[in-house]
């Protein structure tokens, strides 16, 4: 029961953006992922049911308002969920030092620029870490 | 009877004559043999003739001698008594030469009484006195002679005497194997020695050792030649003090008179003095001369000659040393450009009677061509009227002097210029003593003027900021004690008397003794206030920049990162999820937000004001 137990969440707050990535998920692997427009939003998520899950996968944008990827990654360390969680920063930000940044959190395990296509997409899904986790949608379908 | 004294007056020894006192005059009665030999007259000129008519008196000498035979012969007759005439010359004929010689006599006039007691003949005897007369003419003539001998011999003495005892000169006469025989009094006057100490003594017996084996050699050949002349050798006196002599020696073995070897010594002490002395100064001048590399010389402003000294280096200027003793050298090897004024100032020097010194300073081509830098010093020796006779000086190579003068020089201005540029403090502490010498710039750094030369303890570390004080001692002394060390840096703040702080960077070099101890060290402290500030500055700046990039880069990316992904679903099916208006509706709009930002960058750009 990949599908069940398995969940992928967006905190994005460009709409548009949020929105090409859910339709590319969607039509990559059989589930619907959680939109949150800020590190808030998806932090409450993970707080009310990070429990039920075995794997979440994170798409997180860094600038955000409210809570924005770091402050969102900060809280997320310490957590009780913590190694359930596996976070992929996808950002419209070229910094080399935020990439650098990123990858000193432990749940980081990729981190790519804005847009993300159908192939990154396809490579996000191939990490180790999260590989097997989510079904992939039938060509056939 | 008469017969009788007749044979006895014919042969008298004696020439006898008798004469009759006459009118007129004697008459001759009668002459014995000898008269006649002596004569060399007949009978018949003699006997019965009046004396005047035998004698003519053709000379004074027969007037004299005639005169006188009549006034004894008349003394006879009137007292009766005989007479004698004292000696007299009459000169005579040699009949067998028929030469006249020189004959004196002694005549005697004897009475011959008549019966009547008168004088009746008057017996003439005469005696001849030539033997006697010359004999005793010779002795006086001897006698004079050895008085004159005498007198002459006594002059000698005296003059010898004069010069032996009061010259400078010691005679001698010595046997052939060096013993005295005789020494003349000047030995007093010039050993000490009176000349009878010499007695029985060997000459070599008196001579340094030393010296001996040489003078006995040279003495040796004395045999050999008639005269030779023993170099100087030392001779002691009657002080023990040895005394230098120069001695000629007279071969005279031969002459029965000296019958030994005629020694004459003079003194040379002094000369000998003077030459050693004068050989030490040269050699000293040599030393000297190769101690400082130095050329010394000494000018002889009379005859024009120079001698040079210098033994420091093989060739001096590249020049060999027969080069340079050339009398011209020195005229033709000033460079040209020095020469007329070295010329004057060397005029006016010597011209001038108060001055004693002259130090010029010039240049001299060397061998290679190039030209060395001379500094050169003389001390001016002058007459009694002030003539400058002689110039003694020396010639130093001050080339390396000159280019580090030079490079010091191009140093120092570009030091000042460095310091006018980083206000840079040099300090000079003196561990052993505990002081601490700044320089000018102090003042100018720091707003305090520091006469006496202050202590480190007591007026550095006080102005260091509490917060910094502790870590710059113990930083300071740490690596004072540290003999591997030799370099000590550190920044901290001070106070300024205006009550404001400085920042400085502090750095110094440590100089330790042979055992490694920390003796002096060597610093300069920058005031770093102004640069810190804008670095500080700047940092901000550069902070403030960076979350403005940061920002916008993400607000610039995140449009076109937007157009981009709409951009990529032209290459998915996106029928049924997306409307083809809807996406280009939604590229458009993500364009002009795009163009709004760049827009809104430029504008704020634009009015960012760069802090100086």
């Given at each position: 029961m990949k599908n069940s137990s398995s969940q992928i969440l967006i905190a994005e707050d460009d709409q548009v953006v949020a929105r090409i990535q859910k339709f590319l998920l969607e039509k990559a692997v059989s589930l619907s992922p959680v939109m949150c427009k800020n590190g808030r939003e998806a932090l409450e998520f993970l707080e009310r049911n990070a429990g039920d899950s075995e794997k979440i996968l994170v798409i997180l944008d860094l600038n955000m308002p409210e809570m924005n990827g770091w402050d969102f990654l900060e809280a997320c360390k310490d957590s009780t969920y913590a190694e359930k969680v596996n976070v992929v920063v996808v950002t419209s930000s070229l910094f080399w030092e935020d990439e650098e940044k990123a990858a000193s959190y432990q749940q980081v395990i990729g981190y790519y620029t804005k847009p993300i296509t159908p192939s990154v997409l396809?490579?996000?899904?191939?990490?180790p870490e999260v590989y097997g986790y989510f079904e992939p949608v039938l060509k056939s379908r | 009877m008469t017969d009788f004294y007749l044979e006895m007056f014919s042969s008298l020894p004696l020439p006898a004559v008798l004469l009759e006192p006459v009118e007129g005059g004697l008459r001759i009665r009668d002459v014995n043999k000898k008269y006649f030999e002596v004569t060399g007259k007949k009978e018949g000129e003699l006997i019965g003739k009046k004396v005047r008519e035998v004698f003519p008196q053709t000379t004074p000498q027969e007037i004299e001698v005639l005169g006188k035979l009549e006034n004894s012969v008349e003394k006879v007759r009137s007292s009766a008594k005989p007479d004698k005439v004292s000696c007299f010359r009459l000169d005579l004929v040699n009949h067998e030469t028929g030469e006249t010689e020189e004959k004196y006599w002694e005549a005697e006039n004897t009475p011959i009484f008549s019966k009547d007691e008168t004088v009746k003949y008057i017996l003439h005897t005469a005696t001849d006195q030539t033997a006697e007369i010359f004999k005793e003419r010779a002795r006086k003539q001897i006698a004079t002679e050895l008085e004159q001998k005498e007198k002459e011999l006594w002059k000698r003495k005296k003059r010898y005497q004069a010069l032996v005892q009061e010259?400078?000169?010691l005679v001698g006469i010595l046997d052939i194997e060096g013993n005295y025989k005789f020494v003349s009094e000047s030995s007093i006057s010039i050993l000490g020695i009176p000349p009878q100490d010499f007695n029985e003594?060997?000459?070599f017996d008196f001579i340094h050792p030393e010296d001996k084996g040489r003078v006995f050699e040279e003495f040796s050949q004395i045999k050999e030649k008639k005269k030779l002349r023993i170099a100087p050798f030392r001779y002691r006196d009657a002080d023990g003090v040895w005394r230098w002599f120069e001695t000629n020696v007279t071969n005279m073995v031969d002459d029965p008179n000296v019958e030994g070897v005629v020694i004459n010594s003079r003194e040379v002490t002094d000369l000998i003095q003077k030459n050693c002395e004068l050989q030490q100064l040269h050699e000293r001048y040599e030393l000297a001369a190769a101690a400082t590399g130095d050329l010394?010389?000494?000018?002889?402003?009379?005859?024009?000659?120079?001698?040079?000294?210098?033994t420091g280096k093989e060739k001096q200027f590249g020049y060999q040393r027969d080069e340079i003793d050339q009398r011209r050298f020195w005229k033709e090897h000033v460079h040209p450009e020095e020469l007329e004024d070295l010329r004057?100032?060397?005029?006016?020097a010597l011209a001038d009677t108060n001055r004693s010194q002259i130090r010029t300073t010039y240049r001299i081509k060397r061998a290679d061509g190039s030209y060395a830098h001379l500094i050169d010093r003389g001390m001016i020796l002058r007459d009694e009227a002030g003539k400058a006779v002689r110039l003694i000086g020396a010639t130093s190579d001050i080339s390396g002097l000159v280019n580090r003068r030079n490079a010091l020089r191009l140093a120092n201005k570009r030091f000042t210029y460095a310091m006018k540029a980083t206000k840079e403090m040099i300090w000079d502490w003196d561990i052993t003593k505990g002081y601490i010498d700044r320089g000018k710039a102090f003042k100018k750094m720091f707003g305090i003027e520091v006469h006496e030369k202050s202590s480190v303890e007591n007026f550095w570390f006080e102005r260091i900021v509490e917060k910094d004080r502790y870590r710059i001692k113990d930083s300071l002394?740490?690596?004072l004690e540290d003999p591997s060390l030799d370099k000590w840096r550190e920044e901290y703040k001070?106070?300024?008397?205006n009550g404001q702080n400085a920042y400085v960077i502090d750095r110094g070099y440590i100089i330790r003794d042979p055992e490694g101890k920390a003796v002096r060290m060597v610093g300069a402290t920058l005031d770093v206030t102004e640069s810190r500030q804008m670095l500080k500055k700047i940092k901000k700046q550069n902070k403030l920049l960076k979350e403005v990039a940061w920002e916008q880069a993400h607000i610039v990316r995140a449009p076109i990162a937007r157009l981009k992904g709409l951009l990529n679903l032209f290459d998915e099916d996106y029928n049924g999820e997306w409307e083809k208006e809807e996406i280009l509706q939604l590229i458009k709009d993500s364009a002009e937000e795009l163009d709004r930002i760049v827009t809104g960058i430029i504008r704020k750009t634009e009015g960012i004001k760069i802090e100086k």
């Open positions: 396809q490579d996000i899904l191939q990490l | 010259a400078f000169d003594q060997n000459a010394i010389y000494d000018w002889d402003l009379v005859t024009d000659s120079v001698k040079r000294f210098f004057k100032i060397l005029k006016s002394y740490k690596t001070i106070w300024k008397p």
